[in-house]
Every structure is written in structure tokens, then in C-alpha cells.
T-cell receptor, first 112, second 111 residues
Framework: KAGVTQTPRYLIKTRGQQVTLSCSPI?????VSWYQQTPGQGLQFLFE???????NKGNFPGRFSGRQFSNSRSEMNVSTLELGDSALYLC???????????FGSGTRLTVV | DAKTTQPNSMESNEEEPVHLPCNHS???????IHWYRQLPSQGPEYVIH???SNVNNRMASLAIAEDRKSSTLILHRATLRDAAVYYC????????????FGKGTKLSVKP
């Protein structure tokens, strides 16, 4: 059974650019969540999507956005990148009614 | 969501049991206790969860205090591959919300 797949694994961008990260959940999982992990702030919740609708949102600026497609795949976008956006971005999926989330290995974004 | 308190770090010897404590004195009656771990260079991995009774699975056991104000994750025989950051998280039953991660406990396993 394939796990949660995140692409790309590594990314280097320049300040001011925008970036799109992709997440393919486990087949049958309809909920997709995104997290940002930095050494200083740890793991912080960005947003969650279920059936193409944003169901929950963390405390991040509007530069961070996401969407979910009908096949449950999700993308997150960060516009006008800042140095502080350098982080590991993690995606997690969940089967409806189940308690445990399955995380991907993340996308390491470096902003220079 | 209620808060959890965990030691910053713990050490264990390989093939010995490890007891990772978590305090959650403000837990509500509908909060599940979840444990995740994060190995180096990987995303978090679900370990176990429980509500009131002790729980066992192939990875670990979860012992929950009778008053539910604390819990302990038990790794029965630590291996080098168990070296990771372990997170104890409370999540309301049926919640559609996110997981709130604290700092966790960094477990080191010595050969």
C-alpha cells in the first residue's frame, strides 16, 4: 500500500518567488492536512482539507494557501517567499472516522 | 485543546524497556491520548492512541492513569531504530481539527 507522497523532496527558491508543493494521500483517505516544521517553532498546523473544502486553518498569513482536488490530492502554495519560510513542509492524510494520521516525508524548502 | 508536558530528552539502552511519560492534567473527558514519533529526516509516524483503558499494538503499549491526568508510552525492547522524537498529543474524540504538537521527548538509544 503506497504511503503519502510529497513532491518535490527538496526545493530552493529565491525571496519574492512563489512555490507550489504537492501531496498525494493514501488511496481512500479524504482528509489532507499540511504542517510546517522549523527548528524554532516545531510542527505547526497550516490547514486541512476534506472533500475539496478547507475545513480548518492555522495561524499563518494569507501568503499560504492550499487546495484539494476531486481525487483528494492536495497542493499548497506560498507566494512572495520570505527567508523565514524555509522549513520542512509535511502533509498528512486520514481515513474518515479513523484516529491516526499518516504523514509523508515532507518537502524541504530553502529560501535564499 | 488541553496541553501536554513531556521531558525534553531521555536515554535508553538497546533491548531494554523504555517508559516515556506524559502529563496532561487538564485533559477533558472526550480527549483521546495520541502518540506519534518522528525519526530523523522523516515525517511523524502514528504510534498508538487510547481513551481510558491501556492499549497495546505491535509498536508499543499505552498505559493510562486511572484519573487520566498522565500516561506512559512503553517500548518493550528498545532498538536503535526507536531513536526519535516522541510526541504526546491530546485530541478531542470526533474532532475535525488538527494535531497540536509540542516539543516532544527526544529518545536516544545506546547500543
Amino acid at each position: 500500500k503506497a504511503g503519502v507522497t510529497q513532491t518535490p523532496r527538496y526545493l530552493i527558491k529565491t525571496r519574492g518567488q512563489q512555490v507550489t508543493l504537492s501531496c498525494s494521500p493514501i488511496s481512500g483517505h479524504r482528509s489532507v492536512s499540511w504542517y510546517q516544521q522549523t527548528p524554532g517553532q516545531g510542527l505547526q498546523f497550516l490547514f486541512e482539507y476534506f472533500s475539496e473544502t478547507q475545513r480548518n486553518k492555522g495561524n499563518f498569513p494569507g501568503r499560504f494557501s492550499g487546495r484539494q482536488f476531486s481525487n483528494s490530492r492536495s497542493e499548497m502554495n506560498v507566494s512572495t517567499l520570505e527567508l523565514g519560510d524555509s522549513a520542512l513542509y509535511l502533509c498528512a492524510s486520514n481515513y474518515p472516522g479513523r484516529e491516526g494520521y499518516t504523514f509523508g516525508s515532507g518537502t524541504r524548502l530553502t529560501v535564499v | 485543546d488541553a496541553k501536554t508536558t513531556q521531558p525534553n530528552s531521555m536515554e535508553s539502552n538497546e533491548e531494554e524497556p523504555v517508559h516515556l511519560p506524559c502529563n496532561h492534567s487538564t485533559i477533558s473527558g472526550t480527549d483521546y491520548i495520541h502518540w506519534y514519533r518522528q525519526l530523523p529526516s522523516q515525517g511523524p509516524e502514528y504510534v498508538i492512541h487510547g481513551l481510558t483503558s491501556n492499549v497495546n499494538n505491535r509498536m508499543a503499549s499505552l498505559a493510562i492513569a486511572e484519573d487520566r491526568k498522565s500516561s506512559t508510552l512503553i517500548l518493550h525492547r528498545a532498538t536503535l531504530r526507536d531513536a526519535a522524537v516522541y510526541y504526546c498529543i491530546l485530541r478531542d474524540r470526533g474532532s475535525q481539527g488538527n494535531l497540536i504538537f509540542g516539543k516532544g521527548t527526544k529518545l536516544s538509544v545506546k547500543p
